[in-house]
């Protein structure tokens, strides 16, 4: 299984990958890439919130503790002391990030429903509907953060499956399998719930004949040029590695002389 640098090494390349073909169709504007990438590279680090001891797990509970606090009393403002508001936050973000976060950890396992294709589709139709209900946004805009959010889950998976191929000494690992499954068998219950949400949060989301009607009319006809330049701006990012690997060399090199000459 990959690290958690390795996980966040490589959401951050393809988020930023695919922020840049996004922004290229025309999809997504210069001031929206910046979200759009934190929401690839959040998906990336999702799939291991099934792991107690995880920094993703323990960064999500924290976060959503607060958010569910400010929720439960930001309008009882005016009808409580300042104290006895302070508490309520209190107890309410110490009852989820401990409590609720106790619950889940106890109900779910490492690589079980959390590590599928079912979850990848739960969690970005999640996302597109928070993004349309909550923050609201346009189906357009919405459908893009549920795509970042999967695509960066996904990413994660395929690593994980991706490091479970001993390339070296030829051999596949027993976890091979278990992150890129279609859902769980190990787990019917949890899978079935998990397709029931799916299935919810699919007629929850908002209507997406407006984003295929854009990407029809405006990215697909276009769609060569698109390629040229994106092939360009990849083409322009290369010949910059390139060169910075072969600055590196040369100053490998560059000591290792100077090594020997003093030896």
């Known amino acids: 299984m990959a690290n958690f640098q390795t996980h966040l090494n490589v959401g951050i390349l393809v988020s930023a990958v695919t922020t840049l073909g996004l922004h290229t169709a025309g999809l997504v504007q210069a001031g929206q890439a910046l979200p759009y990438f934190t929401l690839g590279v959040v998906g990336s680090l999702l799939p291991d919130i099934d792991l107690k001891t995880s920094r993703p797990s323990n960064a999500l509970f924290s976060a959503l503790g607060a958010v569910l606090a400010f929720i439960m009393t930001l309008p009882l403002t005016g009808r409580f002391l300042p104290l006895e508001l302070a508490l309520i936050w209190g107890g309410v973000f110490l009852s989820v990030r401990y409590g609720f976060f106790e619950i889940f950890s106890r109900l779910t396992v490492h690589r079980g429903i959390w590590h599928s294709w079912l979850a990848i589709a739960a969690v970005a139709l999640a996302v597109t509907n928070i ?133």
Not at 146 to 174: A, P, Q
Not at 213 to 219: A, D, G, H, K, N
């Open 131 to 263: 993004a349309y209900w909550l923050w609201r946004q346009s189906p357009e805009l919405s459908w893009l953060a549920g795509l970042m959010v999967g695509i960066g889950y996904l990413t994660h998976l395929c690593l994980d499956e991706f490091y479970s191929v001993d390339l070296f000494n030829r051999k596949i690992k027993r976890s091979f399998g278990t992150a890129l499954k279609l859902f769980s068998l190990a787990s019917p219950w949890s899978s079935f719930v998990m397709f029931m949400a799916v299935l919810a949060l699919w007629w929850l989301a908002p209507p997406a004949d407006m984003w295929l009607e854009r990407i029809q009319t405006e990215s697909l006809v276009d769609l060569h040029g698109t390629f040229d330049q994106f092939r360009e701006a990849l083409n322009g990012a290369w010949t910059q590695v390139e060169s910075w690997l072969e600055r590196l060399l040369r100053s490998g090199q560059t000591v290792l002389g100077a090594s020997a000459a003093l030896d």
